[in-house]
C-alpha cells in the first residue's frame, strides 16, 4: 500500500486547510486510518483516526473541536479538515493506515511521506 498525504502549505493562525491522502490500493476501505504529526525537534504524535466505514473517529485532545477526519473509500482518500490553526500545529503531517478497522493511536503498518503545515503570521 502507498499512500500520498498532500494539502499542506502556509496558513496564517485562526486559518484552515484541508489535507488529503490518497491510497494506491482499494484495500485501504477495509483498514482504520489515521493521521500523526511530527513538530520540528519533537517526536511524531497521534492526531486523529477513522474505522474502516467511516463512523468512527477518534481525536488527540489536542485538535478536538478544531480538525475534522473523514474518508470517501470510492476514492481511496482520507482527510483531514483543520480549523482554527494555531501555530503550534506546525509540523510535518504523515497519514497511515491501521492493522485493525476500528480508529485507535497504534498498530499503524503503512505510512505515507509527510507534508508540511506551517502555521504563522
Do not use: H
Not at 63 to 78: E, H, L, M, Q, Y
Not at 79 to 85: A, I, K, R, V
Not at 106 to 119: N, P, S
Amino acid at each position: 500500500v502507498q499512500l500520498q498525504a498532500s494539502g499542506g502549505g502556509l496558513v496564517q493562525p485562526g486559518g484552515s486547510l484541508r489535507l488529503s491522502c490518497a491510497a494506491s490500493r482499494r484495500t485501504v476501505s477495509n483498514n482504520a486510518m489515521g493521521w500523526f504529526r511530527q513538530a520540528p525537534g519533537k517526536e511524531r504524535e497521534f492526531v486523529a483516526a477513522i474505522s474502516w466505514r467511516g463512523g468512527t473517529t477518534y481525536y488527540d485532545d489536542s485538535v478536538k473541536g478544531r480538525f475534522t477526519i473523514s474518508r470517501d473509500n470510492a476514492k481511496n482518500t482520507v482527510y483531514l479538515q483543520m480549523n482554527s490553526l494555531k501555530p503550534e500545529d506546525t509540523a510535518v503531517y504523515y497519514c497511515a493506515q491501521n492493522r485493525g478497522s476500528m480508529p485507535k493511536r497504534t498498530e499503524y503498518a503503512y505510512w505515507g511521506q509527510g507534508t508540511l503545515v506551517t502555521v504563522s503570521s
